[in-house]
């Protein structure tokens, strides 16, 4: 089956710097790979997501790039706040299905 | 519109015991899907429904079960409690059975005793 493995599992960032965080798969066959935002009490909610069709895809401060060849994608959140300080989960699925395979989670810190 | 709701939120149960755990999907989803979140895993996807019927099933031992009703509307069973079975239970709903955004619930919280 599909492992994704995702890094930094903690990250502390000054606010308005950027912050990566990096995830890798397995499987060649997947082709979806959002990523998720979870805050405190709450359920993951998808921030971005892209498609293996697609190298790179921005909305506002946040993009994601995809590198099919070495099966690794990246989120990149440029202009840190406060309110960015959540849990990300990066995510990979086959268009066959709602399956999804997520990484173990980035605790990101945006330090006023 | 309202989102996902999950019930109940909160539960504590001892070895041994059952769970049954509900999730009311947004309205017009027909896809729903479970996942399990402890600190130390991530979220593991435990089963996908679509139309009542069970499209996809992770890798958890035969006491996790689920079903999906008419309605959309889902539930999950774990029998036979054990103290790894404490953890957040996600659900997540779907518009389409292929792959799209997942909106989660807030989960429910199981505390095994």
């Known amino acids: 089956g599909e492992n994704v493995e995702q890094h930094p599992s903690t990250l502390s960032v000054q606010e308005g710097d950027s912050a990566v965080i990096k995830c890798t798969y397995s499987d060649s066959a997947s082709n979806y790979f959002p990523w998720y935002k979870q805050e405190l009490g709450k359920g993951p909610q998808l921030i971005i997501d892209?498609?293996?069709?697609?190298g790179e895809k921005k909305d506002q401060r946040i993009a994601v790039t995809l590198n099919k060849t070495a099966k690794h994608f990246s989120l990149h959140i440029t202009e840190t706040q406060p309110e960015d300080s959540a849990v990300y989960f990066c995510a990979a699925s086959r268009v066959s299905g709602n399956q999804f395979y997520f990484g173990t989670g980035t605790s990101l810190t945006v330090i006023p | 519109k309202a989102g996902v709701t999950q019930t109940p939120r909160y539960l504590i149960k001892t070895r041994g015991q059952q769970v049954t755990l509900s999730c009311s999907p947004i309205?017009?989803?027909?896809?729903v899907s479970w996942y399990q979140q402890t600190p130390g895993q991530g979220l593991q996807f435990l089963f996908e429904y679509f139309s009542e019927t069970q499209r996809n099933k992770g890798n958890f031992p035969g006491r996790f079960s689920g079903r999906q009703f008419s309605n959309s509307r889902s539930e999950m069973n774990v029998s036979t409690l054990e103290l790894g079975d404490s953890a957040l239970y996600l659900c997540?709903?779907?518009?389409?059975?292929?792959?799209?955004?997942?909106?989660f619930g807030e989960g429910s919280r199981l505390t095994v005793l």
């Open positions: 892209i498609r293996s069709n697609v």
């Open positions: 997540a709903s779907s518009l389409t059975a292929g792959v799209g955004e997942l909106f």
């Open positions: 309205s017009g989803h027909r896809s």
